[in-house]
């Protein structure tokens, strides 16, 4: 699955927007830093805050742009990351990769647009 992930975004990037490397490495290790206390960010997380959505969730749930935007935004029950364009590709690129498998006969709102509006 995760290879497929990566083959798409890949195509993505090179179709739509200037290549930017996504680094699902990097995404998971931000991912365990700044937001694991809160969010369930991988599979073998155990626990989170009960309000706060899942990593996976949030993939199979937001379209790419809408996940971009909100982390360029300051929120005041996050912390404050000021996340640069690079680290949030990455972040997305994590959550994409926790995200289930496409459903070929249903559109999924994840894994459809891998590029971040300009301005962040």
């Known amino acids: 699955m995760l290879r497929k992930a990566l083959a798409f975004i890949a195509l993505t990037l090179s179709a739509n927007?200037?290549?930017y490397a996504?680094?699902?490495a990097q995404g998971e290790r931000l991912a365990k830093r700044w937001c694991a206390?809160?969010?369930?960010?991988?599979?073998?997380?155990?626990?989170?805050?009960?309000?706060?959505?899942?990593?996976?969730?949030i993939s199979a749930n937001r379209r790419v742009?809408?996940?971009?935007?909100?982390?360029?935004?300051d929120h005041p029950q996050m912390p404050d990351m000021s996340l640069s364009r690079d680290e949030i590709?990455?972040?997305i690129a994590w959550m994409q990769s926790l995200a289930p498998a496409l459903d070929p006969l249903k559109r999924e709102p994840q894994k459809d647009d891998f590029?971040?509006?300009d301005g962040g």
């Open 17 to 19: 927007v200037p290549a």
């Open 22 to 24: 996504a680094d699902v």
């Open 37 to 57: 206390e809160c969010h369930v960010v991988s599979p073998d997380q155990t626990s989170a805050k009960a309000d706060a959505p899942s990593f996976a969730s």
């Open 65 to 73: 742009p809408q996940i971009g935007a909100f982390l360029r935004q």
């Open 89 to 91: 590709v990455n972040l």
């Open 115 to 117: 590029k971040l509006p």
